[in-house]
């Protein structure tokens, strides 16, 4: 079956201009989580969705940083007034439940000029 | 959330076995131990998760110590598709299933 799609698979903005990311996660899979992967650092994460709500939102750099989930499937990471320091590829993954293993998206490239 | 520690890289010549460490000297009870991959220029990809027992599947053997303060990765033949960092995670099953990468293990196959 078809896995986790993200879209796009490059973006590159100036720095002070919003983007949106989006997440097409497995069908049926209730968890969605957002990650992202500096150059040279490890992954870390953003946030956690059960369905449409969002019970951990603990890994959101600043307030810049959005989410949401509709639906209970495709979800957006809106970045606004995007900054160098914004620079990475950011990851989805979903899972059919929160105790189950995630599958990653290939991630979408964010450069931020 | 409990802490893994893993060599930085490690070296395996082609259709050799590998076995990858990691210690967790502050694991819980409830902890589980999952152990994701990540080849280049991809996301990452489950391999294989335990709490107690040793577990085995298509990809690899999952081999925990007596006590669960250290576990081991075990890939059978490494194959060149087998390079890839190999990140240990530990898994609180009362929590919101969120991974917590650390720095992993960069496993190079010569072949």
């Known amino acids: 079956g078809a896995g986790v799609s993200q879209s796009p698979s490059n973006k590159v903005t100036e720095k002070g201009k919003d983007v949106e990311l989006r997440c097409d996660p497995i069908?049926?899979?209730?968890?969605l989580y957002w990650y992202r992967q500096s150059l040279g650092q490890g992954l870390e994460f953003l946030i956690y969705?059960?369905?449409?709500?969002?019970?951990?939102k603990s890994g959101l750099p600043s307030d810049r940083f959005s989410a949401e989930r509709t639906g209970g499937s495709v979800s957006t990471l809106t970045i606004q007034r995007t900054q160098q320091e914004d620079s990475a590829v950011y990851l989805c993954?979903?899972?059919?439940?929160?105790?189950?293993?995630?599958?990653f998206g290939p991630g979408t490239r964010l450069t931020v000029t | 959330d409990a802490k893994t520690t893993q060599p930085n890289s490690m070296e395996s010549n082609e259709e050799e076995p590998v076995h990858l460490p990691c210690n967790h000297s502050?694991?819980?009870?409830?902890?589980?131990i999952h152990w994701y991959r990540q080849l280049p220029s991809q996301g990452p990809e489950y391999v294989i998760h335990?709490?107690?027992s040793n577990v085995n599947n298509r990809m690899a053997s999952l081999a925990i110590a007596e006590d669960r303060k250290s576990s081991t990765l075990i890939l059978h033949r490494a194959t060149l598709r087998d390079a890839a960092v190999y990140y240990c995670i530990l898994r609180d099953s009362s929590n919101t299933g969120k991974l917590i990468f650390g720095q992993g293990t960069t496993l190079q196959v010569k072949p």
């Open positions: 335990g709490l107690t």
């Open positions: 969705f059960q369905g449409n709500s969002a019970p951990d």
């Open positions: 993954a979903s899972s059919f439940d929160r105790f189950y293993e995630q599958y």
């Open positions: 069908s049926g899979h209730t968890a």
């Open positions: 502050t694991i819980s009870g409830t902890d589980y």
